[in-house]
């Protein structure tokens, strides 16, 4: 047992042999617990990337399913959950790219009122959308659902200076765009 | 530059909503697929569904030499002595789980733990099959996924007895 590489799990099921892990059915109990304790911030992040519920509870679906999937190839670089964000993130951003190569009817833009709080959280959501990928993950981990840079750096396997910084140019690109 | 407008409405970004049903349904998923899975590739199911064929083959063997060609492939004695094996592999697994439940109900470790999350998610899966093979009790293939699973109960039993 000593022997055992072991992950960080939140809750109670935290140190795990890797062994118990690879384990289909145990497994699904260990991401159990991952969806226990983020679901919220999960469903937030991929609502916020896919603009709607629907398609947010349908990426954390597939996401986990990947996830569970996916068990015994995860080498324990970083903590379970961060993986479960990573598969999340990369499949909005899949889905974001899918919905590009659609062909869309021509919409005109909104007009932007920018006086309700209502009217300012829909032009910071289309500000974003508009962000590349990274700076637009980022800032939504970051400014919206408040994990720290240190986890965000381990989500997106960069360093928490890359993270800093894609968070300023996020800042700034925004600003620039809503003019505030 | 001042970036606190910015980040007090991204704040306001946060979006929750109520999702009682998305976990289950990302589990039954998981099953399925699982399900599916083992009765393509995994061995453990293939060695269960050796062992079944070798305890019917006396049965099998004792049936009318001719089958109609669309006759079922277990015959209603055959299925009759299945029933009764398993009934009483239930009952040697129900009484190792007995012998495990004081292990089970104070789990001391993370791992004793998570042996009992899975025996949990076992015995859902076997009520869940034992649902289909009442609509379906000639399937022959529900019967193997059975035997299949009450291995993985039986394995897992053992792990927390023999777990210190």
Redesign the interface.
Known sequence: MSESRECRLPGELLALPIEILNDATTGLAVLEAVFRDHAPKMKSIAFNLLGNEHDAEDAIQEAFLKAHRGLDAFGNRSGLHTWVYRVLINTCLDEGRRRQRLPVATVEAPVVSRESPADQRAALRQAISQLENRQRAVFLMSAVEGLPHAEIASILEITETNSRTLLLEARRNLQARLRV | ?N?D???D?????????E?PE??T???R???A??RRRAWLFAAPVLAAAAGLAIFLSPVLRRAPATLPANSPLLTEQAMAEASAAEAAYRKSIDRLAQLASDKLSNPAT??L???S??L???DA?IAELNREIEHNGFNAHLHVQMSALYR?KQQTLEKVLHND
């Open positions: 530059m970036f407008p910015i980040d409405l991204a704040k306001q970004l946060h979006h929750d909503w999702t998305l976990w349904s990302i589990e998923a998981a099953q697929r699982r993370p791992l733990r998570a042996y999350q899975k949990t998610v076992l899966a993985d």
